[in-house]
């Protein structure tokens, strides 16, 4: 089950963290697991696939606009500022997995060699 969350969508998928898709992994992985695969006495067998609900996009690929084919950029991700950290700036190189998008103010390409996109 943990590996099967770690790698979703082959390493390109992330759970969010609103309060609908904790409510939706709660009652994906209710503690009381069933005794064998036909057993639905405590836990229906459609919650079991409520974690879908939790599941965002969060892979980051640029592409050149000509030849269609991934390329390595830097990026700028600003962080959100928050009680905790303020102003917090990171220098990635894309393609990655962004953090939680509630997270970031802005996500801009910072590479010499293309265009500053925000």
Not at 20 to 25: F, G, N, R, T
Not at 88 to 100: D, K, N, V, Y
């Amino acid at each position: 089950l943990a590996m099967g969350l770690l790698f979703m969508g082959g390493g390109k998928l992330g759970l969010s963290n609103s309060p609908s898709s904790i409510a939706a992994l709660i009652c994906a992985f209710f503690p009381k697991f069933p005794t064998h695969s036909s057993d639905n006495r405590y836990h229906l067998q459609a919650l079991r696939h409520l974690y879908v609900l939790a599941v965002e996009p969060r892979v980051l690929v640029p592409r050149c606009s000509e030849t269609g084919r991934i390329v390595k950029c830097a990026l700028n991700l600003q962080y959100a500022d928050t009680p905790q950290y303020r102003g917090i700036q990171l220098e990635m190189a894309a393609p990655i997995l962004l953090p939680s998008l509630s997270l970031l103010n802005s996500v801009a390409v910072s590479d010499t060699g293309f265009w500053c996109t925000v």
